[in-house]
């Protein structure tokens, strides 16, 4: 359980941190840096995706192995 709790964790640091690079590229004014700007948007996305999947996985087993 502690595993799953870890993974969820990093999962949403990730989320976090795809968000504060994909915020840094959004303030650059070239084609370069939008392209960067919508490849952290899209990482942010699929990350999100993965951690509510996570979350979700979870507190479901959590609630499942206390008797429920």
Known sequence: MIILWTL???AFGLVFLSLI?????????TEEARQR???WMRRRVTGQAL???L????VY????????
């Not at 690079?21 to 004014?29: E, S, T």
């Not at 979350?55 to 979870?58: E, F, M």
């Not at 087993?61 to 429920?68: A, D, E, F, P, Y």
């Open 21 to 29: 690079m994909g915020a840094k590229n959004m303030g650059g004014k």
């Open 37 to 39: 700007s919508n490849i």
């Open 8 to 10: 969820t964790a990093l």
């Open 51 to 53: 951690a509510v999947g």
């Open 61 to 68: 087993i959590q609630t499942k192995s206390q008797g429920g």
């Open 55 to 58: 979350l979700l996985l979870t």
